[in-house]
């Protein structure tokens, strides 16, 4: 059974930092490139960061580059968001992804984040 479990959301205050994690389990984690996803109320789900199989490469949307840092730890099966200097609008449900081409996508349940002082 195919598991991805976000932990670590809450509230916080502008300025300051939390990080997410994701356990993944019931695949080849080491083979998909995962990715962090959030969807603001009454707003599409945006990418925010991703991190290939070999954790060689990451890519971060423009609105969190310099504050976010994605990264993973294969023997765990999990990845992490690491988010500083946060702002309001970073306020979202923020979800875990797998992709890996020509295979299953597969999503956590998200972990809200509300950041407000």
């Known amino acids: 059974q195919v598991q991805l479990v976000e932990s670590g959301g809450g509230l916080v205050q502008p300025g300051g930092s939390l990080r997410l994690s994701c356990a993944a389990s019931?695949?080849?984690?080491?083979?998909?490139?995962m990715r962090w996803f959030r969807q603001a109320p009454g707003k599409e789900r945006d990418l925010v960061a991703d991190?290939?199989?070999?954790?060689?490469?990451?890519n971060y949307a423009d609105s969190v580059k310099g504050r976010f840092t994605i990264s993973r730890d294969d023997a765990k099966k999990t990845v992490y968001l690491q988010m500083n200097s946060l702002k309001p609008e970073d306020t979202a449900l923020y979800y875990c992804?797998?992709?890996?081409?020509?295979?299953?996508?597969?999503w956590g349940q998200g972990t809200q984040v509300t950041v407000s002082s």
């Open positions: 991190i290939t199989s070999s954790g060689g490469s990451t």
């Open positions: 019931g695949f080849t984690f080491t083979i998909y490139t």
């Open positions: 992804n797998a992709y890996r081409l020509g295979s299953p996508r597969y």
